[in-house]
């Protein structure tokens, strides 16, 4: 007990202080956006090998659609790395995007991130977005700008569908054609009423050092952390939440009944063998276990993996009861620790910049 409060409690409340103390000044002091992105463009023959595979799938899915590919593109001022692909059709005006990232920041792990997104522009300033990313925003949308998050559409079809089934209320705002020499002169503009929006909401600030360049605020700052540890953000689907459920609770569930019951003898052999108390096999059985639900959770909940994996396994073991406060603590911890090496093992493979 600390100052009465049970100890596990305190733990867990003094690792998210420590979130605070630690990603605060890390988020405002090392993130930042130019206010206008520079672009370089990349030929088809300076694609790694994994991005001319990746292509080679997509574009064939977007052909289908009535969309061709035209320039890649390279930022060359943001923090990271990115490659765009453009997809443009002459008889819908919509466009769409193909976003490699990977984020790159001085004390931060890397975080690759692939996205697909749906634009239409209106004559009146209206902007409808269409997009799959698996991050949830902590910065706000310009007025006027619509965001349709589609986080379990993977692919392009049934992505468009959904753009086209929105804009179809939006025909009154006039929807307008660009052509692809159009996407830089667009791009600037748009980028320049969102960072001054931005900056209206007191969300970035100017750099003191470089005017150029905007960095985040306290308040955006805390929103980002705040998002971090929200289970609910970013990934989150109700499938992927009802698939992590079935292995996070009802296979430990399945399993500790088991070693509880018909499968007693297993710990009574293990104990035997080995030396160890009876509780300290069942604590050694309890890990394997989380073991593989740790991997399993970690590849479906990719930026959520170890906060779901460990409030799963700790509310279980704490409800069931079976050990005690420390070696729950430590199950759920190593869980959790298992689901981020698997999360970040799968990302790894995703990663294409």
């Not at 980002?224 to 569930?253: H, Q």
Request: net charge neutral.
């Amino acid at each position: 007990m600390l100052w009465g409060i049970p100890g596990d409690v305190a733990i867990f409340a003094i690792a998210v202080v420590a979130f605070f103390v630690v990603g605060l000044p890390l988020i405002t002091s090392r993130v930042s956006v130019p206010t206008k992105v520079e672009f370089e463009d990349v030929p088809e023959n300076d694609l790694t090998p994994g991005q001319s595979q990746y292509f080679a799938a997509l574009d064939p899915k977007m052909h289908e659609l009535g969309y061709r590919p035209t320039i890649n593109r390279r930022p060359t001022n943001m923090q990271g790395r990115a490659l765009i692909r453009t997809y443009f059709s002459d008889v819908d005006p919509a466009i769409v995007m193909m976003n490699l990232m990977t984020s790159e920041i001085e004390g931060s792990p890397e975080q690759p991130m692939n996205y697909l997104e749906i634009i239409t522009r209106y004559g009146d300033g209206t902007i409808l977005s269409t997009r799959n990313a698996e991050i949830s925003e902590v910065l706000e949308p310009v007025p006027g700008h619509i965001i349709q998050e589609r986080r379990g559409l993977r692919e392009p079809a049934p992505l468009k569908a959904a753009h086209d089934r929105k804009a179809e209320e939006l025909l009154v705002h006039g929807p307008t054609y660009s052509r692809p020499e159009d996407f830089e002169p667009v791009f600037h503009e748009f980028h320049e009423r969102w960072c001054r929006h931005q900056v209206g909401r007191g969300l970035l600030v100017p750099v003191s050092d470089d005017p150029e360049r905007l960095r985040p605020t306290v308040k955006t700052g805390l929103r980002g952390i705040a998002n971090y540890l929200n289970p609910l953000a970013d990934n989150f689907t109700l499938p992927r939440f009802l698939t992590a459920l079935v292995f996070g609770l009802v296979v430990p569930v399945l399993t500790i009944l088991w070693l509880t019951g018909p499968g007693a003898f297993v710990i009574t052999r293990l104990a035997s063998a080995t030396g160890f108390a009876p509780i300290t096999c069942v604590i050694a059985c309890l890990a394997v276990m989380l073991t593989v639900v740790g991997v399993v959770v970690g590849l479906i909940f990719v930026t959520k993996a170890f906060i779901w994996c460990f409030l799963l396994t700790y509310v279980l073991l704490r409800l069931v009861g079976l050990t005690g406060i420390g070696a729950t603590f430590g199950l759920s911890l190593w869980t959790g620790v298992v689901a981020d090496w698997a999360a970040k093992s799968r990302q790894k493979r995703q990663k294409l910049v």
